[in-house]
């Protein structure tokens, strides 16, 4: 929606070896650094690792600014004025361009391109490259030893006072 042009990066790699996010935010740099870039935009985490990294990482190796987890960006005077989620609610920040920023899912109302935008974007240019052909060392650094599902817990208990919430803190309580 509104693209001039895309590239689609290919690799075969196999499945257990998926590109890691040091390995993706190198190949962003190296298309950013070609074309000269303004700003990147990303999603805040992958669907399928979860690691919520590649931002930054892409940020610090470019040595630029990150505004992570953006739900608002306003642009004005070369810098952009980013409303985030924290913790504690939500803060304003302000960064210099060129700089990468990672989204909340608030920060686009989705829209249903129309026939004639779909036509349009299919005319438009998508250059294929190879992963292997861009010589960037993609090799994974992260290894999962193991997966497991968190101890299940005992079922709360109602209480009738505090006195008794007390009383069972006292002596009912596991100390870590």
Request: glycine share 6%; aromatic share 6%; charged share 30%.
């Amino acid at each position: 929606m509104g693209a001039d042009w895309g590239i689609h990066v290919q690799t075969d790699m196999p499945t257990d070896q998926a590109l890691q996010p040091l390995a993706v935010a190198k190949v962003f740099k190296h298309f950013m650094e070609e074309h000269k870039f303004d700003l990147a935009i990303l999603g805040k985490q992958a669907i399928d690792d979860d690691y919520v990294q590649t931002g930054q990482i892409l940020s610090s190796i470019m040595g630029v600014p990150a505004a992570t987890f953006s739900s608002e960006i306003t642009f004005a005077d070369n810098r952009a004025t980013v409303l985030r989620e924290v913790d504690f609610g939500l803060q304003r920040i302000e960064v210099d361009l060129p700089a990468v920023f990672t989204c909340d899912l608030r920060l686009n109302t989705p829209r249903f391109a129309n026939v004639k935008s779909i036509l349009k974007a299919k005319k438009k240019r998508v250059d294929a490259i190879k992963l292997e052909d861009l010589g960037i060392d993609v090799t994974p650094r992260i290894t999962i030893e193991e997966v497991n599902a968190p101890e299940e817990r005992a079922g709360g208990v109602l209480v009738a006072d505090v006195d008794e919430l007390i009383e069972k803190l006292k002596n009912e309580s596991k100390v870590l």
